[in-house]
């Protein structure tokens, strides 16, 4: 066992060369809450332990396993999801715990920035921290031409602040308060809930995940968006299931098909962020990073969850937004041309964009013009023009290549229990495509 200042001193030191930028003193600055029985570092919560004289401690080995798994990482400061504006700030409630509804506690210390009990204890406008990590340094604050503002953090540590979300949640749930001296002794803080006034209940409430969370083995096959989304009770229901892409963390949302209305499987909102193309318009994508991941290390895992949905399986196809972004990343990669800046490395020209006219419902009028954008000397513009059904005939022949497993499944000769008609998706009038309840 190991003083809590001593703690701060090795946590420092462990995770300097941290790709994630972490907070020196998780365990004594006001907002750890020691007291409570457990300190949240990262994904991994560590017990603290009071002795018989009355000062807190914490494992050394527990500390070093935290530091590691935080060290381990890798955090792309490009790569970054929306996490809420102005309109989801709700508010002052009580959460019961650390990290209860991260989000807003975020977007509430980014609108009052300064608040008089920080100044007090010497930490000027420094927010609290969540989960060891100093998520001050690296949100982001974006207007799109909008006069409210949004906030944005790297796709990593809203990752990370979800697996903590859950790891406490299980850990309040499960514990129950002991004698002093043992990991769930003490209390917090009077400004915050103790512990002791949250043990596993009978019933948990209703907006919390059911215990434990099972992996999702297609159990929404073929269901319509439109009719599931408005019964009762299915927040909860898909909570109760592990992110069918990631599988690490709870779902949160029920990821769609907004072309045909089918109901793909549970996601995080990580990964609902992730496979969300990039709209400039209605009819518009920019073909970002993450494509690098959607068709290329990752694209097994994304073509078949793409595929859960009917309609894309039968017709051996995507919507038409992310087939856009397969046409202009994968199938017109040899028509980008490439720079060759002062330091003598070619780089690919400018940003590729992806507009197309029509729609699914009229294949043969919908076509696909790939362009760049950004380009340093101005003389590229539009780099190829693809009618919808070559474009789908090409995916369709790398898709055999690419995942044989998931082609198999495809086909025209796949049509059962297709839908005749189109299904009327909800529509998400919340601005952020998150709240899809």
Sequence with gaps: MIPLGHADRLWAGLTADSAVPVFPEPFTHPSACSRAGYVLLGARVVETVQDRGG????RETEVRRAAAEL?????????????????????????GGLLRHWRRRILRDVQQPRRPEWAAEGDGDRPPHLAGIDWPRVVVERNRGRTEPEWWLPRAVVRLLDEAEHAEAHRLRTTRPGPAGSPAAGLPAPSRPPAAAVPAPSRPPADEPAAPVRPYRGELKGQSYAVLSRK???????????????RTVPAAVLDHCHEHGDVRAPVCRSCNTLERPDHLYSTDVRVADRYARLFGSDAVTWLGHWHRCTGCRARTTLPIPHLAAWTAHVACRSLRPSHRPPDGRRRPCGVL??????????????LFTVSVDFCPSGEHRVLARVPYREAAGRFAAWLAETAPVVAAEAGPDRLDGLPTRFRPVVVDTGGGDQALF
């Design 353 to 366: 964009r992806v507009s197309w006219t029509g729609s699914h419902h009229a294949p043969r009028s919908c």
């Design 232 to 246: 009762p009770g299915t927040p909860r229901s898909v909570a109760g299931w592990l992110c069918a892409v990631c």
């Design 55 to 58: 000062a807190w401690g914490v």
């Design 71 to 95: 060290r381990g990482v890798a955090m792309d400061a490009a790569d970054l999801v929306r996490i809420g504006g102005p309109r989801n700030i709700r508010a002052e409630e009580h959460p």
